[in-house]
C-alpha cells in the first residue's frame, strides 16, 4: 500500500520534470510508467533545446510540397492515406490554426516561455546532475535560397521582437561554422542560444534519478488501470495499492486515451518521426544540430553518433516504422554531410503528442475531481518538458504560475 500527494503517469521528460518539481516543493509524489523512465518520444528525439521557436510548425501550403507529399515523394511529411482521411478534422483544425491570429497568440505564449527554458534545463540538470549531456553549441537553420528562405520570415521577426539572437549565413559563413557540412544553394541562420543534449533519454533518466534521490518513488504500472474510489485515485500494481490525492496526467502520445476513460475528449493527434544513427565519414564531425528545413530532417552529434531525426510521418501511432521516410531522408542527408555506415539495423519510431494549434494542454480537469493535465508537447517537448513541470506544480499547489498558462486552457478547443 502506498500513499501520496500526487501520482504523476507517465515518465517521459514532461512527467519526471512534473514528478521533480512537486517533490521539490514538499509533496509525496509517485511517478508511474508501465516502461523504464524516458524510453517513448523523449528517448529518439534530435535533443534540441530550442530558445527560438516563435512560429507553429505550419501546415503544408505550397502546391508544389503538397504535390511531393501525395506522390509520396516528400522527404518532409510522408502520409498514410487512410489515417489522413481519420485524421480529416483534426487536419481542418490544425489549417485553421495556421491564421495570422493564431501565430500572433502561439508567438505571445512562446515568447514568455522560451525565455524559461533553458533555465529551467540548467536547474533541474544540477539537481540530477546531468551538466555532461548539455552543450551550449547553438543550432544550424539550413534552407535554398529563395521563397523557402523567406518563409522564416515569421520567426526571425519574433527573434527581433523577444531579443533573441540570430545570424544570417552563406555558403562560407555556413562552412566556417561546420566545415564537412557541403550546402551549396543554402543560405543558413544560426542561433546561438539554443543548446543541445549528446542523449536525451539520458537526460530524462537523469532528472528521474534525481527525483528518486530526493524521496520520490518510481512505480511501473500501467495507468489504464487507475480508478476513481472514494475520492481518491487508487491504481493497483504489481508492488501493491497507490493511492492519492492528484492524478496529474503526462501520457504523452497516450494522453488522450486515458482521459476519454474519465469523459475527456481532446483532439490531441501524433505526427511521428524516426531516428537512425550513423558514424560520421572518417575524419568528418559534426558539433551542433543541424535542421534542413527544405527537405525536412535534423542532424544531431549524439552518443551513439550522428543521429538523423525525420520530419513528420503521418500515420498511425502504433504502425511499424516507415522505412521509406527515413530512407528518403538519409538520401537528402548523404548530400549535405558525409554520413558512414547506419549504427543500427532498424529506425526508431516515436510520436509527438500534438493539438492542432501546436501548444501543449496544461490545467486542471472541470469535470474530474483532482484531475490534472500535463501533455500535447508537439515538436518542443523535449525543450518545453522542465519549464511546463514547474508549471504544472504552481498550478496544482494554487502558487503563481512564472508565465501566463491561460492561453493552455485544457478547454479551449470546446466551442
Ligand atoms: C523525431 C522527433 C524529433 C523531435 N525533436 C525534438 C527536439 O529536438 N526538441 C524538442 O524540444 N522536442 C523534440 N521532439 C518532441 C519531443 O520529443 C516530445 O514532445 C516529448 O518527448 C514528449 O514528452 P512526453 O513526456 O510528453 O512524452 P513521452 O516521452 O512519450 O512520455 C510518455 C510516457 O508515458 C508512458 N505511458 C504511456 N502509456 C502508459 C500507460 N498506459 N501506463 C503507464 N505509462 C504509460 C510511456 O511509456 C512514456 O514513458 C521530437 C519528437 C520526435 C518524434
Known sequence: MHQADVIVLGAGIVGVSTAMHLRQRGLDVILIDRRYPGEETSYG??????????????????PSLIAQILFGQSSAVSIDLRTVLNMVPWLLSYRRCGSLKHIQDYARVMGSMRELVLEEHARLAELSNAQRFYRRSGWLHLMKAGPGFSAGDTERHYARVFGVEYRELDE??????????????YKGIFWPQTESVSSPGAVTEAIWRGFVKAGGKFITADAAKVERTRGQWVLPTDRG????????????????DFCRKFGEDFPLAVKRGHHLH?????????????????????????????????????????APPNKSQVAKAERKARMLFPLGEAVESEPWCGSRPCLPDSLPILGKSSKVANLWFNFGHGHCGFTLGPLSGRLMAELLLGHKTAVDVSALNPYRFDV
Open 241 to 256: 495499492e497507490i493511492t492519492s490525492s492528484h492524478a496529474v496526467v503526462a501520457l504523452g502520445p497516450w494522453s488522450a
Open 278 to 318: 550513423f558514424r560520421p565519414r572518417s575524419g568528418a564531425s559534426l558539433s551542433r544540430p543541424v535542421v534542413d528545413l527544405t527537405n525536412g530532417f535534423v542532424l544531431t552529434p549524439m552518443e551513439k553518433g550522428i543521429r538523423l531525426t525525420t520530419g513528420v510521418d503521418f500515420s498511425n501511432r502504433d
Open 45 to 62: 528525439n534530435a535533443g534540441v533545446v530550442e530558445r527560438n521557436g516563435f512560429a507553429p510548425h505550419p501546415f503544408p501550403s505550397s
Open 172 to 185: 562560407d559563413g555556413i562552412a566556417g561554422l561546420e566545415r564537412d557540412l557541403r550546402a551549396p544553394g
